[in-house]
Each structure stands twice: as structure tokens, then as C-alpha cells.
């Protein structure tokens, strides 16, 4: 059973920086894209960043610059280092992958930045 759980999420003071992991762990043969999303109460799901199994990138223009998106394949996992916070950041962060040619979600992190 193929599994995604995230980690590193918490309260922190705008300007602050989190960094939160995502973990795929079971029979895992094709480790493909893989993304972060958000949901802030009341509002829909976005999408935060991607990154490719080659490591190309691509951000929401809400974050870029402040966020960086990384992966170490050999772990098997996901980063998303969060700098410069805002309080608009608020949300549940939910890891997304591509693994073995099939989507799997991540139980999601909350991340609260306070002003």
C-alpha cells in the first residue's frame, strides 16, 4: 500500500519560514511528479509548486520567490522550504505524487502564520 505523509507543519509568525517533507513509502517502483496543494478555510484547493521527477519546477505566482520546491529521490521524498510567511499562507498543505503511474494524496499539514 503505496502511502504519502507529510510532516513539518506548525504555527509560525509572518516572516517566518517552515519546511515541510513528504514521505512516499510502500512498493514503490516510478517515483513521478509530485506537487504541493493548500486549502485555506472557506476557499478551494490551489496549487502551491511541482516538481517533476527530473526536477523541473513550476510555482503559483502566490508563492514564487518565497517558496522552493525540492526532491531527493533516493528517499523518496518531497520538500517545500516556506520563507518570508504571510498570514494568506494559512492552510492545509496536502502532498500530491504521481506514484507508479497512479495519484496519491498525503493526509495534509496544517501551517498557521500569525501576524
Known amino acids: 500500500q503505496v502511502q504519502l505523509v507529510e510532516s513539518g507543519g506548525g504555527l509560525v509568525q509572518a516572516g517566518g519560514s517552515l519546511r515541510l517533507s513528504c514521505a512516499a513509502s510502500?512498493?514503490?517502483?516510478?517515483?513521478?511528479?509530485m506537487g504541493w496543494y493548500r486549502q485555506a478555510p472557506g476557499k478551494q484547493r490551489e496549487l502551491v509548486a511541482t516538481?517533476?521527477?527530473?526536477?523541473?519546477?513550476n510555482y503559483a505566482d502566490s508563492v514564487k520567490d518565497r517558496f522552493t520546491v525540492s526532491r531527493d529521490n533516493a528517499k523518496k521524498t518531497v520538500y517545500l522550504q516556506m520563507n518570508s510567511l504571510k498570514p494568506e499562507d494559512t492552510a492545509v498543505y496536502c502532498c500530491?505524487?504521481?506514484?507508479?503511474?497512479?495519484?496519491?494524496w498525503g493526509q495534509g499539514t496544517q501551517v498557521t502564520v500569525s501576524s
Open positions: 510502500g512498493r514503490i517502483f516510478s517515483l513521478n511528479d
Open positions: 516538481i517533476t521527477r527530473d526536477g523541473v519546477t
Open positions: 500530491n505524487g504521481n506514484v507508479n503511474f497512479r495519484a496519491y
